[in-house]
């Protein structure tokens, strides 16, 4: 059992590049999200999902984009990468109430130059 | 609106001796509240999860919080530190309605020494 994967655990870019992230989950949960770690900031929410076809903005989504076509994958794309976006990214899911802690992946870590 | 803040950004105990990390929240509604651990390039697990139902809740290696509605509080704790523990630990709230959205705390990092 998988559970939620990340690709690529590490990535550096150049200012401009775009990138996707990919995170696919083998749960069938119905909610995913994205969110970026940040020293001494704790986890921030960029876009989260809470189904197919249903994407919203989260805390921090400017510079990013989300699609959800499947239940399973929900990549977020970097449109333009500047150095402020350097960060770990974490991919979460969950069954989709508040009451279900949610499962992380174990991270991508961006670099931007 | 709802905000989590954890009091301490480091703690340091010596391993056997008791475990406290503080965790205050804030909530318009009737909580759901999570400790998450986070050890170095690992993405976060969960320690234990409170939602209404006993206040003293148990978790995963040893650690239990307790909720505490007129303090506003879930201070996580564990007897005896081991070692392993030593890792970055989350406090997390869920906000209420609809959505899962999680607002973390900015973290306490927890030191063992030997």
């Known amino acids: 059992n998988a559970g939620v994967t990340q690709t690529p655990k590490f990535q550096v870019l150049k200012t401009g590049q775009s990138m996707t992230l990919q995170c696919a989950q083998d749960?069938?949960?119905?909610?995913m999200s994205w969110y970026r770690q940040d020293p001494g900031m704790g986890l921030r929410l960029i876009h989260y999902?809470?189904?197919?076809?249903?994407?919203d903005q989260g805390e921090v989504p400017n510079g990013y984009n989300v699609s959800r076509s499947t239940t399973e994958d929900f990549p977020l794309r970097l449109l333009s990468a500047a150095p402020s976006q350097t960060s770990v990214y974490f991919c979460a899911s969950s069954p989709g109430t508040r009451f279900q802690p949610q499962h992380f992946g174990d991270g991508t870590r961006l670099s931007i130059l | 609106a709802q905000s989590v803040t954890q009091l301490d950004s480091h703690v340091s105990v010596s391993e056997g001796t008791p475990v406290l990390l503080r965790c205050n929240y804030s909530s318009s509604y009737s909580p759901s509240l999570f400790w998450y651990v986070q050890h170095p390039n690992k993405g976060l697990q969960l320690l234990l999860k409170y939602t209404s139902a006993a206040t003293l809740v148990k978790g995963i290696n040893g650690f239990e919080a307790e909720f505490k509605k007129s303090e506003t509080s879930f201070h996580l704790t564990k007897p005896s530190a081991h070692m392993s523990d030593a890792a970055e630990y989350f406090c997390?709230?869920?906000?209420?309605?609809?959505?899962?959205?999680?607002?973390f705390g900015t973290g306490t990092l927890l030191a063992v020494q030997p």
């Open positions: 997390v709230v869920t906000l209420g309605g609809a959505t899962n959205k999680l607002i």
């Open positions: 999902s809470v189904g197919a076809g249903i994407t």
């Open positions: 749960m069938n949960h119905e909610y």
